[in-house]
């Protein structure tokens, strides 16, 4: 089982057969089921999102890592626009690994214990666009569901890329909509837990056409698609950059 994953890791795009499929799910939903021990009685904040959202780079930031920017060039990458690693001379050494490219890096669920507060910890859970193929896109449910059922208690940040939201004429949003309706079911569920809920705007630029981009600006972006759950999450938004 560990061989088909790395084959299947190494080429997402490669088909398996339907007894390697069923061997590779039960395979890493035994890792998922060990690795969400870590969240027994813990209070825990699920950051969540498409992948290169930004789940990983906030998990690092909450953790107390320094962060910093660098060109694509440093890490092997291409383009010219910057990205954010963490800072290998800070204090902190990074917690979970940030993927820069538009492979997903987080296998499963990702367990941090709070520094500051052995009770509390942090789940960087996978993409939930991930494009490893079927039978990864399922064990992430199994391993996701495993971590609600250990822990004591669940607070759940999405994270939405600020140009997905106001570039996708609703895909984004629909998205957002996708990922609550898995989570907690329905809207009305989504409003009855909403105060455990937060909605980040993750590369949100601070200006745009010379204007200064606000909280407002962005609730107005969610209001628009006039849908309970986007309308819940409308004043449930902080920026991040």
């Known amino acids: 089982s560990q061989e088909i994953l790395a084959r299947k890791l190494s080429d997402p795009r490669k088909e398996l057969s339907a007894a390697e499929g069923i061997s590779l799910i039960t395979y890493c939903a035994q890792l998922g089921e060990e690795n969400a021990a870590s ?14 959202v930004g789940k990983s780079t906030a998990v690092n930031y909450l953790m107390g890592c320094e962060m910093k920017l660098v060109k694509p060039s440093e890490l092997g990458l291409e383009g010219s626009k910057r990205v954010v690693i963490v ?9 979970m690994p940030i993927g820069h490219g538009s492979q997903s890096h987080t296998l499963m669920p990702q367990i941090v214990p709070d520094a500051d507060d052995s009770n509390k910890a942090y789940c ?13 896109n399922i064990a992430n449910a199994i391993n996701t569901s495993k971590v609600l059922q250990q822990a004591r208690g669940v607070k759940a940040v999405f994270l939405a890329e600020y140009a997905d939201l106001i570039g996708s004429r609703g895909n984004n949003t629909r998205t957002l909509e996708d990922m609550c309706h898995q989570l ?8 009855r837990h ?3 809920v937060l909605l980040g705007i993750t590369k949100a630029p601070f200006y745009e056409d010379d204007e200064p981009v ?5 609730q107005s972006l969610l209001t628009q698609a006039n849908t ?9 938004i902080f920026l991040f950059d």
């Open 228 to 236: 309970p759950t986007a309308q819940i999450l409308a004043d449930r």
């Open 194 to 196: 909403q105060n455990s």
């Open 214 to 218: 606000t909280r407002n600006i962005v």
């Open 184 to 191: 907690f079911g329905s809207a009305d569920n989504l409003r």
């Open 39 to 52: 969240a027994t009685d813990k209070a825990v904040v699920l950051v969540l999102g498409n992948t290169g």
């Open 87 to 95: 800072n290998a001379e800070g204090t902190r050494p990074e917690v």
């Open 124 to 136: 960087d859970c996978p993409g939930f666009s991930d494009n490893r193929g079927a039978e990864i």
